[in-house]
């Protein structure tokens, strides 16, 4: 039987329609102008014992929304919801139990206290006995360091100890399932490694099934075999990691900063472009931000490097940085039936 | 039980942490001593007996009377609001514990920390400097459980106005209107004993007097026996009763509107 059932689930918020300036804040006093908001509309899937999933779409798409009633915090307003055999939000407390949850934005570590101490009230908290306890703390202080940390009150640490802090924490009542929402947001590149090598540790350690929100592509690459793309609040692909990979993992970004740029100089860099890797290239151009033109380029058609050093010998380039692709035009593209 | 334990040593600890917010807190508490105790003073130069009471009385009354004002003062009903209003709430749910209880020992943690750092210096000062004389009897006995009620009743109040969290962005408004009520209704500020007598009558049987009238009686009155006593206790137990009782009612119907609603 699998750990997570889904089946139908769909949440709907009603918004009150707020009218503009003085007169109308008085007005939305006594206004019963609702609108309603198709949150989640109508999603199905299952969760196996184990699996490290990535649950990924653009802001607003359902995720967080769907997490929520997943641990039992929101109430679906329609649709079949079940972890381990039980509707999550009738038995939340027997429920939290056997969840972790990490929300990336807040922790749930006592603020002001040193480390050591939260990890003794959770012990508390979730009747963690004191050999599992002692196992685990040894085990995430040889995975992050944690003794180092002990002593060290939570709002001092730095913004990447106290993830990794957040995230142990939740594994350390042996939980079946653990959500991370939004791990790793606002760290740098080394301290997002970090944290996907400890929890694939984690997740192998105890078989813990992983559910991630994320909006780093490098997350879902580093750590899930499955993904599942939502936007409004309805699946856009349910499946291998693999094929989205072999779609997207290619792309990559050229952020250009072109001196003396005008309208002309766009069309200028298309045609050359054109002239000299030919018309299958791979290569799209848009002026995105302010002085930046992005130039994507499809490294299977052609490399990044040939792109590169021909932009540098025919136009005069103030800055250059190269990302992957974001996650806004991966749902695009699933949009305009890249996997269909 | 047991796993609440923690939490009232938590935030026995960060109050602790706060090393100078614990010693203005005791400095502010003496300053407002030898204010109090310089006014009453003044007011008994002209008689040595008002509405009942010796100056000893008196300056026992508003003196304790300040320092369980400090130490019912745990802000509980600014926390929990934020908490509500800012999210954080979702870290409660997603664990296994109870909303209300878990906020119960938090403050109880808060309680022990104002009673290290202003009640026992308190007590000190006005045993010491000021020669305030206790008179025994049954009250004494009866005043710890009194205060321990009132502590109920205070904390089920500064709940229900966080829980508003849930509805409103702000608590400012409220809160510092619950704080003037008690001020003046409960006798944290006057006696009620200078209250007009028709007054008096109908505070009895309000929530506010239960939190400090009461418990300060018994300090300052302990001979008057259980006559008194039992049933200004049986006020305060009905109100610790029924303020949580409707106070978790009220998170329940609050909590739909995150749970329909959205966080």
């Known amino acids: ?340 | 039980m047991r796993s609440y334990l923690p939490i009232a040593r938590a935030s026995y600890m960060v109050g602790l942490i706060y090393r100078f917010g614990f010693l203005f807190t005791v400095v502010g508490n003496i300053v407002y001593l030898g204010v109090a105790y310089y006014l009453w003073r003044s007011i008994y130069s002209y008689s040595d007996v008002i509405r009942g009471l010796t100056f000893n009385e008196t300056f026992l009354y508003v003196g304790v009377g300040s320092a369980v004002f400090v130490l019912l003062k745990t802000y509980a009903d600014w926390f929990i609001h934020y908490e509500i209003r800012e999210g954080l709430i979702a870290n409660y749910l997603t664990k296994p514990l109870d909303f209300q209880v878990y906020n119960l020992f938090a403050n109880l943690g808060s309680l022990l920390m104002n009673l290290t750092a202003v009640a026992l210096p308190t007590a000190l000062i006005m045993g010491l400097v000021f020669k305030v004389k206790l008179t025994y009897g049954a009250g004494l006995f009866l005043f710890p459980i009194s205060l321990l009620l009132a502590f109920l009743i205070s904390f089920s109040i500064d709940y229900f106005i966080g829980l508003m969290g849930f509805y409103s962005e702000s608590v400012w408004g409220l809160s510092t209107t619950k704080e003037i009520i008690i001020t003046v209704f409960s006798g944290a500020l006057i006696p009620l004993q200078f209250f007009p007598e028709d007054m008096q009558k109908v505070l009895f049987w309000l929530p506010f007097q239960a939190i400090y009238h009461t418990p300060l009686m018994m300090l300052t009155k302990p001979d008057q026996g259980l006559v008194v006593f039992l049933p200004m206790m049986a006020v305060q137990l009905a109100w610790a009763f029924g303020l949580f009782l409707a106070a978790r009612l009220f998170y329940n119907q609050a909590i739909k509107v995150l749970r329909i609603a959205g966080g």
Not at chain 1, 8 to 19: A, E, G, P, W, Y
Not at chain 1, 260 to 289: P, V, Y
Not at chain 1, 316 to 340: C, P, Q
């Open chain 1, 1 to 340: 039987m699998s750990l997570i059932h889904i089946e139908n689930l769909s949440k709907h918020f009603k918004i009150l329609n707020r009218r503009e300036g003085l007169s109308g804040a008085f007005r939305d006093l006594f206004s019963g102008d609702y609108r309603t908001v198709e949150a989640v509309a109508g999603i199905s899937f299952d969760i196996e014992p184990g699996e490290i999933v990535g649950y990924i779409g653009p802001n607003g798409a359902g995720k967080s929304t769907t997490i929520k009633m997943m641990t039992g915090i929101l109430k679906p307003t329609g649709g079949i919801i079940q972890v381990n055999g039980q509707v999550p939000y009738d038995n939340r407390i027997r429920q939290a139990q056997i969840m972790g949850v990490v929300f990336g934005q807040r922790s749930q570590l006592w603020w002001d206290l040193p480390v050591i101490e939260s990890f003794k009230i959770l012990k508390e908290i979730y009747k963690v006995d004191q050999k599992t306890f002692d196992h685990h703390m040894d085990l995430f202080n040889e995975l992050v360091g944690l003794k180092t940390l002990y002593s060290q009150q939570v709002r001092t640490l730095s913004l990447g100890q106290r993830m990794l802090c957040d995230i142990t924490a939740s594994f350390l009542h042996t939980p079946q399932v653990v959500f991370l929402d939004e791990p790793t947001i606002g760290l740098d590149i080394s301290v997002k490694a970090k944290i996907r090598s400890v929890i694939k540790e984690l997740n192998r350690e105890r078989n813990t099934t992983i559910i991630l929100t994320t909006h780093d592509l490098g997350d879902v690459e580093a750590l899930c075999q499955r993904i599942i793309i939502i936007d409004k609040g309805r699946i856009l692909y349910d499946g291998d990691i693999k094929r989205v990979n072999a779609l997207f993992g290619a792309y990559r970004t050229l952020k250009l900063q072109i001196d003396g740029f005008t309208e002309s100089t766009l069309q200028n860099l298309k045609d050359r472009l054109l002239e000299c890797f030919g018309m299958e290239h791979g290569i799209t151009i848009a002026a995105t931000e302010e002085f930046w033109t992005d130039v994507t380029i499809d490294q299977a058609h052609t490399p990044l490097s040939d792109v590169l050093s021909f932009v540098m010998g025919n136009f005069t380039v103030s800055d250059v940085r190269i990302v992957e692709i974001a996650m806004e035009n991966v749902v695009r593209k699933v949009y305009d039936g890249a996997l269909g």
